[in-house]
């Protein structure tokens, strides 16, 4: 039989996405201090330099990923195509991340042009999602970020994200 190790170990390795802690502790019938056990031990068992994955913590939840030094042979055996965002796209996103929940038009006055298309881009990535309407006249789309978002900034959540002053240029 397996310990709450092993267990904990298979169901990093099945998930597609970030497990939350909540999820962990419901599947495996543990407390919260029990996880931050598990965590300990796995995370002390993947530090050997031989071992081609790591534990991260991001979006509220863990997750299985590549040790950097594997990373290239991954991105070769993978066959799904990564994506680049422009530059006004990603101007976008850091708009949305920082002043979520937001309305397009909030973000198209914040930056001076429209940006439609980079929302909807936005959206088809996953990296935005439709949070609500504003309660005004027409009742806007509210936007902000979702998990993939954190995911793909390496965040844990949205208080990771640093200050604005302090942005990298």
């Given at each position: 039989?397996?310990?709450?190790?092993?267990?904990?170990?298979?169901?990093?390795?099945?998930?597609?996405?970030?497990?939350?802690?909540?999820?962990?502790?419901?599947?495996l019938?543990?407390?919260?201090?029990?996880?931050?056990?598990?965590?300990?031990?796995?995370?002390?068992?993947?530090?050997?330099?031989a071992?081609?994955?790591?534990?991260r913590?991001?979006?509220?939840?863990?997750?299985?990923?590549?040790?950097?030094?594997?990373?290239?042979?991954?991105?070769?055996?993978?066959?799904?195509?990564?994506?680049?965002?422009s530059?006004?796209?990603?101007?976008v996103?850091?708009?949305?991340?920082?002043?979520?929940?937001?309305?397009?038009?909030?973000?198209?006055?914040?930056?001076?042009?429209?940006?439609?298309?980079?929302?909807?881009?936005?959206?088809?990535?996953?990296?935005?999602r439709?949070?609500g309407?504003?309660?005004?006249?027409?009742?806007?789309?509210?936007?902000g970020?979702?998990?993939?978002?954190?995911?793909?900034?390496?965040?844990?959540?949205?208080k990771?994200?640093p200050?604005?002053?302090?942005?990298?240029?």
């Amino acid at each position: 039989m397996l310990s709450k190790l092993g267990l904990f170990e298979a169901l990093l390795f099945a998930a597609t996405e970030p497990v939350k802690r909540t999820r962990l502790m419901e599947v495996l019938s543990v407390s919260g201090q029990d996880i931050d056990q598990l965590v300990s031990q796995y995370q002390q068992l993947l530090e050997d330099p031989a071992r081609g994955v790591r534990l991260r913590e991001v979006a509220e939840g863990f997750q299985l990923v590549t040790k950097p030094a594997a990373a290239q042979l991954v991105v070769q055996l993978r066959a799904s195509r990564q994506y680049k965002l422009s530059k006004p796209t990603l101007e976008v996103l850091a708009i949305v991340a920082y002043k979520q929940p937001i309305t397009r038009a909030e973000v198209e006055e914040i930056r001076g042009v429209k940006c439609e298309r980079a929302i909807l881009t936005l959206l088809d990535k996953n990296l935005l999602r439709e949070v609500g309407r504003k309660e005004t006249v027409g009742r806007p789309i509210l936007y902000g970020t979702t998990e993939a978002f954190l995911e793909h900034f390496n965040l844990r959540s949205l208080k990771d994200l640093p200050p604005p002053g302090e942005l990298p240029h």
